[in-house]
């Protein structure tokens, strides 16, 4: 798992904290399989009193859900309720597991290209 944070954070001292956030938020889509974002927010320890504009603490939500996503383990998807949406999150394995055999052969084509 610590290899898995690492390619998804960096290896930075200043990213042990986004690492520690990942690695909840990863816990808690696996156990729910999917949950609002707000939700996911407060289940991470991220205070959004205030989600008004570019603000920190929505900043440190994208900094922990973007590269969970980029790299297909979580997807996003706006639901409307009433007037308004709502973001959900759904933990997504398979389309991981596709994304990385993809990564491993696109890796290993462009070694052998090199030889």
């Given amino acids: 798992m610590e290899t898995l944070l690492k390619y998804l954070y960096g290896n930075h001292p200043k990213s042990s904290r986004l ?3 990942g690695l909840k938020a990863l816990d808690i889509l696996v156990k729910k399989g999917q ?3 707000l ?3 407060k289940g991470i320890g991220v205070k959004f009193e205030t989600w008004k504009g570019y603000e920190k603490p929505v900043k440190t939500f994208y900094s922990v859900v ?3 996503k980029e790299m ?3 997807e996003s998807f706006k639901r409307k ?3 308004s949406f709502k973001t959900i999150y759904v933990y997504t394995p398979e389309k991981f597991a596709a994304n990385m055999k993809n990564f491993v ?3 290993c084509e462009f070694l052998d ?3």
């Fill in 39 to 41: 939700e996911l927010a």
């Fill in 105 to 107: 052969k696109m890796t």
């Fill in 113 to 115: 290209s090199r030889k």
């Fill in 66 to 68: 973007n590269p969970l």
């Fill in 81 to 83: 309720e009433g007037k």
């Fill in 35 to 37: 949950i609002e974002h």
């Fill in 19 to 21: 690492k520690e956030l």
């Fill in 72 to 74: 297909q383990l979580v």
